[in-house]
């Protein structure tokens, strides 16, 4: 039993990553922001937020939350590095409106609250579309598949299926 301790566990072949947040999802490819639409950033999707409440999409650990509070990144249990980089030219409001529950180095579960957003402070200063982005997709081994569905249930619909290539 005690030699357990000291194994590296092992990473799941494949994962589901669940919508961060209610709202309208929308093909990256739509992001009016070149460096999430032409994916200079990584594989991903979009959503529109309908609330402020952003949750966990995975279990895994976070290891980014920028002074700003505007993006959270998490690695996953699977190696993916997930960015969710809630709204558009948001890091020029300084932190306003964004509140973090949770910092670098915390243990996240699926549907666990990572920021709580004033959404009306935002869309009055900023654009919502939230881009959730695998940062580290183009070199991980993994497979990226996005969901066909349009609308999406944080902690709930499944928007992005990895899978190992």
Do not use: C, W
Not at 118 to 132: G, Q, S
Request: net charge negative; hydrophobic share 40%; aromatic share 4%.
């Amino acid at each position: 039993m005690a030699l357990n301790l000291f194994k590296k566990k092992k990473q799941p072949a494949s994962i589901e990553i669940v919508a961060p947040v209610n709202g309208d999802i929308i093909p990256l490819e739509e992001v009016p922001d070149p460096v999430f639409n032409q994916k200079m950033m990584g594989e991903g999707i979009a959503i529109t937020p309908s609330d402020g409440h952003f949750l966990s999409p995975v279990n895994g650990k976070i290891i980014q939350v920028p002074d700003t509070k505007h993006a959270v990144g998490i690695l996953a249990e699977d190696g993916s590095e997930i960015l969710i980089h809630i709204g558009l030219e948001t890091v020029a409001l300084k932190g306003e409106g964004f509140e973090a529950k949770v910092k670098e180095g915390d243990e996240v579960s699926v549907g666990q609250v990572l920021i709580e957003a004033d959404l009306e402070y935002i869309r009055d200063h900023a654009d919502t579309v939230t881009p959730i982005i695998i940062t580290n997709s183009q070199n991980n081994g993994k497979e990226y598949r996005m969901t066909d569905a349009k609308i999406g249930t944080a902690g709930e619909t499944v928007i992005i299926t990895s899978t190992e290539a």
